[in-house]
């Protein structure tokens, strides 16, 4: 059973990528409707989860072999140029949109060095959580005072309209 459905869905690809199952059926079907089936289970995923990022990087694959099937099904279409045309230009704008999301989703964990450089923790002072708030000890939770957002550095002194070139 294992053996015939790994057959079906690899002859059903490899047919897809061939652009051998029509216009229609390969944008609406595989395109569209596939597409929405496909990212369905990311909703009930918590974001950066291991079944996310999995879900993500199959989404990835199936979209390069859909928009090939797409530009390949748009070539052999016989009917109008003008829908022909329109699903090549679908299918690039969604590989370029593709390219995009994964160059985000790349260069997103890099950590950029904040503007504003934090003061050195002390023992009597709680660890800061992601907010600038201190940790309220034992309870998990933060409390958060308007000074407490962000604390400039001793050296900081406020602009006074000058640059240093200027004096």
């Known amino acids: 059973m294992a053996t015939c459905f790994r057959i079906l869905c690899m002859n059903t690809l490899e047919k897809l990528w061939r652009g051998q199952f029509g216009l229609p059926l390969t944008y609406w079907g595989f395109g569209v409707l ?72 790349v260069v997103a964990p890099v950590k950029v060095p904040s503007v504003v450089s934090p003061q050195p923790q002390t023992a009597a002072q709680p660890e800061r959580d992601r907010f600038g708030g201190n940790l309220v000890e034992g309870q998990g939770k933060s409390t958060h005072s308007d000074s407490q957002w962000i604390t400039p550095p001793a050296n900081l002194k406020p602009f006074d309209g000058k640059l240093d070139s200027d004096k």
């Open 34 to 105: 596939g597409s929405i089936l496909v990212l369905a289970p990311v909703g009930l995923c918590s974001p950066g989860s291991t079944p996310a990022v999995l879900i993500g990087a199959a989404f990835c694959v199936y979209v390069v072999i859909v928009n090939v099937g797409i530009w390949r099904a748009a070539n052999k279409y016989t009917g109008h140029i003008l829908w022909a045309g329109l699903a090549k230009l679908a299918a690039l704008l969604s590989m370029l949109a593709g390219a995009v999301l994964l160059v985000g989703m």
